[in-house]
Structure formats: structure tokens, C-alpha cells
């Protein structure tokens, strides 16, 4: 934590625009969510109290590449996995649901200051476009 605490002080101090493009914290707290919803862990709110005590972690903008968890499944697929594989919670229909509420309900929102849904289950070119698209409008 101290770690991204000086990386971001640092690249705050810069007089250029200055776009980090990283996992968010938004991430963490999704699969949170997600874990307190399947198995009640009971972390989720601890983990966004604890953001209180370090404020730096909070991003400014979080992109949040939305793909059907078939979609997914067919990735996975083609990328060699198999049934034996099946163990990999993340890409769980139930696990990806609960991560996507995270993002996508109003119940309790992200704690990015903006959240900005992109559909990914388009072509890498097509998301790539959208991505890039953001980045700009951020730098100008």
C-alpha cells in the first residue's frame, strides 16, 4: 500500500496528464462482493472501510469490461481449458453475476469516482477502440 501510495503522489505531482492504467480496487471489491454473496465471508465492507484509511486507492475512473459469462466460456474453451478445469471459480455464471452487480447496480455503487461499462464480448479491436477512446478524452 505504501508502495502505490508514493506511485501515485508521484504521478499526481506531474504537470502532464497522467492516465494509470492498472487492476482497480474496484476489482477486489467486486470479487468481494461476489464471494460475500456465494459463501459469506463478510469482507466486502471491511475492505471499503478500510479504503477510508487510504483514500490513494480510490480511482478516478474505473473501466469495467462487461462479458456474458458464455462468452467467457467459449474464451476459455478455445484457449485450451477443459471441463478438468472447472475448478476456476472466476469464470462461475454465479461468481460472474454477483462481480457484475458490483458494477452494475445501483445497490451499492463502486468506489470509482465514475464507472464506465464497456461491452467486451465484441471483437478485441472493437474494445481496444472503446479503451483507447477514454484514455483520449482523459489526456486532451
Known amino acids: 500500500m505504501v508502495i502505490e501510495g508514493t ?3 508521484r504521478a499526481l505531482a506531474s504537470a502532464k496528464p497522467v492516465v494509470l492504467l492498472d487492476r482497480s480496487v474496484d476489482t477486489l471489491l467486486a470479487h468481494a462482493h461476489a464471494l ?3 459463501f459469506g465471508y463478510d469482507v466486502h465492507h471491511r475492505l471499503r472501510d478500510r479504503l477510508q484509511e487510504l483514500p490513494f486507492l480510490r480511482p ?3 473501466l469495467y469490461l462487461d462479458v456474458p459469462a458464455e462468452e467467457l466460456a467459449l474464451r476459455r474453451k478455445a484457449a485450451g481449458h477443459t471441463a478438468a478445469d472447472s475448478g476456476y471459480f472466476l469464470h462461475e455464471p454465479t ?3 454477483h462481480a457484475r452487480d458490483y458494477f452494475v447496480s445501483a445497490a451499492q455503487p463502486p468506489v470509482s469516482r465514475e ?3 464497456i461491452p467486451a464480448d465484441t471483437g478485441p479491436d472493437a474494445v481496444a477502440h472503446a479503451v483507447e477512446a477514454l484514455v483520449t478524452y482523459w489526456t486532451r
Open 7 to 9: 506511485r501515485v503522489r
Open 95 to 97: 461468481f460472474l453475476a
Open 115 to 117: 464507472v464506465t461499462v
Open 60 to 62: 478516478h475512473h474505473t
Open 36 to 38: 460475500d454473496a456465494l
